[in-house]
C-alpha cells in the first residue's frame, strides 16, 4: 500500500531566524502549522536539521542551539520528527560530545548539514576524525551535495558511514551524483530540491542503482512536498515497490523509524 510517507529532509523552525520559506510574507510558519501541513499532504514522519542561514552570530553558538531547538522540537512533535544535528569540523571535541549527546537520545542522524551556511568547506582537514566518530557510533550524516571532489573522500576514508547526498541534480552534476553512487555502496541520495522536475530522472537512477539508496525528501519549507510526493507516486515509470522503498522504506530502515 502507498500510503505511507517518512520526508528524510526538512527544516523545522524553533526560532523565526530558523525559517528558510523563500516568500516570507506570503505565509505565516508557526510551531503547529509546519507539522499540520505536511500531514495534510500525507506525510506522517519527518526528518532533518534545524538550519539558521543568519552569519552574524557565533558559529559554534548557533551550531549548538540549532541542535538545542532540534530536541526541543523533537518533544513537541512526539516522535513525528526526528532531528538530525549538527557538527562542526572547527570544533572537534565539541562535534564529539553533540554525537554522544545524540547517541544517548537514540538520535541517529546528522545533518542535513549545510557547509557553506556555517563558514566551512568539504576539504576541511577535521571533519575526518568526528566522520570516523560518527561510524564507530552508527550515525547516519546527511550532507548538502557538492561536485566536489572532496565529498569523495569522505566516502572513500569512511566505507562503512552511511551518508545521504542531498538534491540529485541536473545535467552534469547529476551525472556526477551518479557516478558516486556507482562507485560508493556507502552513498545515498535523497531526492529533494533540484531534479524532480526533469521527467525520468527517478527511473535512470533506478535502472542504475536500484531504489534501495534513493529517498524521500522535499527540503521543506524551502521547497513544497507536494511536488516530490507527485513526482514518486504519480510516477507512471516506477513499480509500486520501487516507489514504497523511496517513499518511507529506506528511510525507515536506516533510522529504524517505527510508522
Ligand atoms: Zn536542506
Known amino acids: 500500500m502507498l500510503n505511507k510517507i517518512i520526508d528524510f529532509h526538512t527544516h523545522p523552525i524553533f526560532k523565526p531566524e530558523q525559517n528558510i520559506l523563500m516568500y516570507k510574507d506570503s505565509y505565516d510558519f508557526t510551531i503547529e502549522n509546519f507539522k499540520e501541513n505536511l500531514l495534510k499532504s500525507g506525510i506522517s514522519k519527518f526528518c532533518g536539521s534545524v538550519i539558521n542561514p543568519n552569519?552574524?552570530?557565533?558559529v559554534l553558538e548557533k551550531?549548538?542551539?540549532?541542535?538545542?531547538?532540534?530536541?526541543?522540537?523533537?518533544?513537541?512533535y512526539e516522535g513525528d520528527y526526528i532531528p538530525g544535528i549538527?557538527?562542526?569540523?572547527?570544533?572537534?571535541e565539541e562535534s564529539f560530545n553533540q554525537i554522544d549527546e545524540a547517541s544517548s537520545r537514540e538520535v541517529r542522524l546528522i545533518g542535513e548539514l549545510v557547509p557553506y551556511l556555517d563558514g566551512w568547506d568539504y576539504s576541511h582537514k577535521g571533519i575526518h576524525p568526528i566522520l570516523d566518530y560518527a561510524e564507530k557510533k552508527g550515525?547516519?550524516?546527511s550532507v548538502h551535495s557538492t561536485d566536489s571532489d572532496a565529498?569523495?573522500?569522505?566516502?572513500?576514508?569512511?566505507?562503512n558511514l552511511i551518508i545521504v547526498g542531498a538534491h540529485p541534480g541536473d545535467w552534469s552534476f547529476f551525472f556526477k551524483q551518479l557516478e558516486r553512487l556507482k562507485k560508493y555502496d556507502n552513498y545515498m541520495l535523497d531526492i529533494s530540491?533540484?531534479?524532480?522536475?526533469?521527467?525520468?530522472?527517478?527511473k535512470k537512477l533506478v535502472d542504475e542503482i536500484g531504489s534501495k539508496r534513493i529517498l524521500f525528501?522535499?527540503?521543506?519549507?524551502?521547497?513544497?512536498?507536494?511536488?516530490?510526493?507527485?513526482?514518486?507516486?504519480q510516477n507512471p515509470l516506477l513499480s509500486?515497490?520501487?516507489k514504497e522503498n523511496i517513499l518511507f522504506k529506506n528511510a525507515q530502515r536506516l533510522l529504524n523509524i517505527k510508522i
Open 55 to 58: 552569519k552574524d552570530s557565533s
Open 63 to 76: 551550531v549548538l542551539d540549532n541542535n538545542a531547538c532540534a530536541y526541543k522540537l523533537c518533544e513537541i
Open 86 to 92: 549538527h557538527i562542526h569540523p572547527d570544533y572537534i
Open 139 to 141: 550515525m547516519i550524516v
Open 151 to 159: 565529498l569523495d573522500s569522505w566516502l572513500r576514508e569512511h566505507p
Open 193 to 202: 530540491a533540484t531534479g524532480i522536475t526533469r521527467f525520468g530522472m527517478l
Open 217 to 233: 525528501g522535499s527540503d521543506y519549507p524551502s521547497c513544497d512536498p507536494n511536488v516530490f510526493i507527485s513526482g514518486v507516486l
Open 240 to 242: 509500486d515497490s520501487d
